[in-house]
Each structure stands twice: as structure tokens, then as C-alpha cells.
């Protein structure tokens, strides 16, 4: 699947994870903990993980290695109901494209609206 049809099948994801925080009173506005998770394309050569963590170090991530240590989850805090936050999410598909890395979806903590 090329870069553009991995980012519109995320776009699509995206809306479903918004849709189901809604569902349990979150707007998705208010800022918390978002995870990324990321792992080494097996299908080509992979950047290290030292050297993906210097490519994101742009977007505030903080980086720590999955429970099984075959991937990384990238943190930061921010919301998750903008197009900012959709454009950010296509950047890092594009970065892990790029560095032989796949990108593997979000998740955050649901926060009711205040």
C-alpha cells in the first residue's frame, strides 16, 4: 500500500477513535498523553532506534521500547480533535516511511469533558 492510502486508511482511523471517545462524553479537545506506536518495517532495512528518535525529536516525543522491545511507542501531550493533530499524525507516517519504520496507530486515556 503506498504512503498516500496508509495515510487516508489512518485519516479514517482517526475519525473511528474520535467517534468512539465521544461516545463516552470526550470531545478529544483537552489535552493528555497520546501514544504512537511504531515498529521496524521487517521487509526492508530499518533505521535504528537511536536514529529515529533523533528524526521525531521535532514533535516532543518521548520514546521508550514496547513491552516485547520490537517496537517504540512515542509520546507526547496534546489533543486529538484537530486537523493539526490529523497533519501530525501524516507527518509521522511519512517520517517512518522514510526511515523503514511502520507506523501502527494511537490511543490516549478517554477525559470527559470538564
Same mark, same amino acid.
Given at each position: 500500500?503506498?504512503?498516500?492510502?496508509?495515510?487516508? !486508511?489512518? @485519516?479514517?482511523?482517526?475519525?473511528?477513535?474520535?467517534? /468512539?471517545? %465521544? #461516545?463516552? +462524553?470526550?470531545?478529544? =479537545?483537552?489535552?493528555?498523553?497520546?501514544?504512537?506506536?511504531?515498529?521496524?518495517?521487517?521487509? !526492508?532495512? @530499518?533505521?535504528?532506534?537511536?536514529?529515529?528518535?533523533? /528524526?521525531? %525529536? #521535532?514533535? +516532543?516525543?518521548?520514546? =521508550?521500547?514496547?513491552?516485547?522491545?520490537?517496537?517504540?511507542?512515542?509520546?507526547?501531550?496534546?489533543?486529538? @480533535?484537530?486537523?493539526?493533530?490529523?497533519?501530525?499524525? /501524516?507527518?509521522?507516517?511519512?517520517?517512518?516511511?522514510?526511515?523503514?519504520?511502520?507506523?501502527?496507530?494511537?490511543?490516549?486515556?478517554?477525559?470527559?469533558?470538564?
Amino acid at each position: 500500500m503506498d504512503l498516500a492510502a496508509r495515510q487516508r !486508511g489512518q @485519516a479514517e482511523r482517526n475519525r473511528m477513535i474520535r467517534e /468512539a471517545l %465521544a #461516545g463516552q +462524553g470526550d470531545d478529544g =479537545r483537552r489535552v493528555r498523553q497520546v501514544s504512537h506506536y511504531v515498529f521496524p518495517d521487517l521487509a !526492508g532495512e @530499518a533505521a535504528s532506534d537511536g536514529a529515529l528518535k533523533d /528524526a521525531v %525529536a #521535532g514533535y +516532543g516525543f518521548t520514546a =521508550r521500547f514496547t513491552a516485547a522491545g520490537d517496537g517504540l511507542i512515542l509520546e507526547h501531550e496534546r489533543e486529538v @480533535a484537530s486537523a493539526a493533530f490529523d497533519a501530525e499524525v /501524516a507527518g509521522l507516517i511519512e517520517t517512518m516511511d522514510q526511515m523503514g519504520w511502520q507506523y501502527d496507530g494511537w490511543d490516549c486515556a478517554v477525559l470527559p469533558a470538564e
